[in-house]
């Protein structure tokens, strides 16, 4: 499996191709990071000049740390509930309950069928009481509905590369109880997926705002409402605040990553020897 | 000896399907028990039901004169070998084996102890911080093998444990495991499907098919004197005669008459089926004397070579017969050469067509 497709130099169109690629990918970030430290950006190729006035400004506005308190809150809610509801109900529809899979894929697919604006107005008048009603309660279990796709697909291809049954019934066999078998067992080799898909809910909510003005609007401001406002007052500012969302995302990624490394080593390597 | 493990009236279906029916079996402390049969025929399930990883119907099991049938098999004591190995990916080799120490809460200095033991036993001592993927699989299933030792389970399962290797390797781990049981005296029960695999390491062998059990012997009567005609044909080659009794002694089979010695629970017109094996078929280059019985002439017709004998087909009037023939220099045999056969009465067994 490792280092087993020999080297070869890749040829001149092969590395135009990726040169696109990685150039369409990374253009729209370059300019944004530029933009946020320029003054003025409108009659030449190169800015005018630099500060970092939209940094200061976005910083100092009251509702800055607030909304990304908010935007956290929501996103490691969403983590949380994500992990509680589909991780225990895949493994058991892998170990028990074969027959529902094509069912849940098939649920699994609904969520990207379904608009952001769709899905919130409907959960706003299907929960039309307190204390639901436009809560963040509801916001966060309207961004579960909306990222378990996320979730389930990394946590169910993992479960799938594994032998789960035979694994729990050869713990089983050597005295482990239920919660042994899952915590000594199933996790951390299903652990890879768990964490692809953690990674995915939080990136995704974090940056979500469709769901967020629409359910709970003003009363519970996140981080994406607040960047959306200053797009129409001012764009260096609204730059400087994506750079900083785009950094959060990352930090946290490689937090998630470098905190789980030796898990990810071993299961990846066990994984690949399949 | 007394019984230790014992298995009375089990039945297990799934859905319509009949999975076993009304198995029993009692097997004696120390013992290895095989059970053989082609694939679909209950020999896995009523394994997994000695696990705890099915729950019988009815019937009960018996283990040192406890009744374990509904217990979880977490608190059996049983311990078990898969045929995909099942080690944990996520753990060393060492890891493994101590993984049901772990779960009995040793203290450590003994965990590491018996650790060393049993992978002292399946001589593999030096892997012990490698992971599972670094192993080949013959390895695996030693480690696997060792973990469930580890636990001195009361009990053995092995569940094919040698379908995933490849064939000189299947050889040599099945004299392993035969030698770490007898040395350790440790009760085991063994699911093949291959006979050969079955009749070399156990001391009794239980035959199923379709849910049913068909025979339980040790090898050497499941071999020499099956009961039925599935155990005749599924274990070893036998040639095949259909035909009719004419009298106390003899078979008109086609245009041969056979004379055999097991004729006595047959009436005269019964429609029964003779099988010799290849094994007891001689093979004669010159027309034998008229003494002997049960002559067949035919031509070669394929010749095997499987190294310590010869397997022949032969060509009788149409009728294929298969022989097992030691060539040596003196008989040396060609194709379409023109031979005489014969077989003993008392090797060839009569049972009913139905």
């Given at each position: 499996m490792m280092g087993s497709l020999k080297k070869s130099k890749p040829s001149s169109g092969q590395i135009f191709i990726v040169g696109i690629f990685i150039f369409y990918m990374i253009l729209p970030i370059i300019a944004t990071y530029i933009f946020s430290i320029a003054t003025r950006w409108d009659r030449t190729i190169l800015p005018e000049g630099y500060s970092l006035e939209g940094y200061m400004e976005a910083t100092t506005n009251p509702y800055f740390f607030i909304t990304l308190k908010n935007s956290l809150v929501l996103s490691v809610a969403s983590v949380l509930v994500s992990l509680f509801v589909v991780v225990p109900t895949v493994y058991w529809v892998h170990v028990k309950l074969h027959s529902a899979k094509p069912l849940l894929d098939l649920l699994m697919i609904l969520p990207f069928g379904i608009p952001g604006v769709v899905l919130a107005l409907a959960l706003v008048q299907v929960y039309n009481?307190?204390?639901?009603?436009?809560s963040p309660l509801l916001l966060t279990a309207a961004t579960v509905v909306f990222t378990m796709p996320f979730m389930y697909r990394s946590v169910s291809n993992n479960l799938a590369a594994v032998d789960i049954p035979t694994l729990t019934e050869a713990a089983q066999s050597l005295g482990a109880n239920t919660f042994n078998v899952l915590w000594r067992v199933i996790i951390p080799n299903i652990f890879p997926g768990i964490l692809s898909g953690s990674l995915l809910v939080f990136a995704t909510v974090f940056a979500e705002f469709t769901l967020a003005r629409l359910i709970v609007g003003a009363g519970f401001k996140t981080f994406p409402m607040l960047l959306v406002e200053y797009t129409r007052k001012d764009g260096t500012i609204a730059a400087g605040m994506s750079v900083i969302s785009f950094t959060i995302a990352w930090i946290v990624s490689l937090l998630i990553l470098w905190a789980s490394g030796k898990g990810i080593k071993v299961s990846r390597e066990s994984i690949g020897a399949r | 000896m007394m019984t230790y493990l014992e298995l009375t009236d089990i039945s297990k279906n799934f859905g319509n399907v009949?999975?076993?029916?009304?198995f029993n079996l009692s097997i004696k402390k120390g013992q290895l028990v095989s059970f053989l049969g082609p694939s679909g025929c209950g020999k896995t399930t009523t394994l997994r039901m000695i696990g705890g990883f099915e729950i019988p119907d009815s019937g009960t099991i018996l283990l040192a004169d406890e009744d374990i049938s509904k217990i979880p098999p977490n608190r059996r004591g049983i311990g078990m070998v898969f045929q995909s190995y099942a080690l944990f990916p996520n753990m060393t080799i060492l890891e493994n084996v101590m993984f049901g120490l772990k779960m009995q809460h040793k203290p450590k200095k003994e965990m590491t102890s018996i650790a060393e033991k049993v992978l002292d036993l399946v001589r593999l001592?030096?892997?012990?911080?490698?992971?599972?993927?670094?192993?080949s699989g013959g390895q695996q299933q030693r480690i696997a093998l060792a973990r469930a030792l580890a636990i001195q389970p009361r009990v053995l399962l092995l569940d094919e444990p040698l379908s995933a290797l490849d064939a000189e390797v299947r050889v040599a781990l099945r004299g392993e495991i035969r030698r770490i049981q007898s040395d350790l005296g440790i009760t085991t029960v063994y699911v093949t499907h291959d006979q050969e695999e079955a009749l070399s390491i156990s001391d009794m062998v239980v035959v199923m098919n379709n849910g049913l059990v068909e025979q339980i012997g040790t090898p050497q009567e499941i071999y020499r004197k099956p009961d039925t005609r599935f155990v005749a044909t599924f274990i070893g080659t036998a040639n095949e005669f259909h035909g009719i009794v004419t009298d106390s002694e003899n078979v008109k089979a086609g245009n041969l008459v056979i004379k055999t010695s097991g004729l006595h629970n047959f009436s005269i017109g019964s429609e029964v089926v003779a099988l010799v094996r290849p094994e007891n078929v001689e093979v004669f280059d010159q027309k034998p004397t008229d003494s002997m019985v049960n002559v067949v002439e035919g031509d070669v017709d394929t010749i095997t070579f499987h190294g310590a004998i010869t397997r022949l087909g032969i060509n009788a009037g149409g009728k294929m017969i298969t022989a097992d023939v030691t060539i040596t220099g003196r008989n040396i045999l060609s194709y379409h050469q023109h031979v005489w056969l014969s077989f003993n009465p008392e090797y060839c067994k009569v049972m009913a067509e139905k």
């Open positions: 009481f307190q204390p639901i009603s436009r | 009949v999975a076993v029916k009304d001592q030096n892997t012990a911080k490698r992971y599972p993927h670094q192993l």
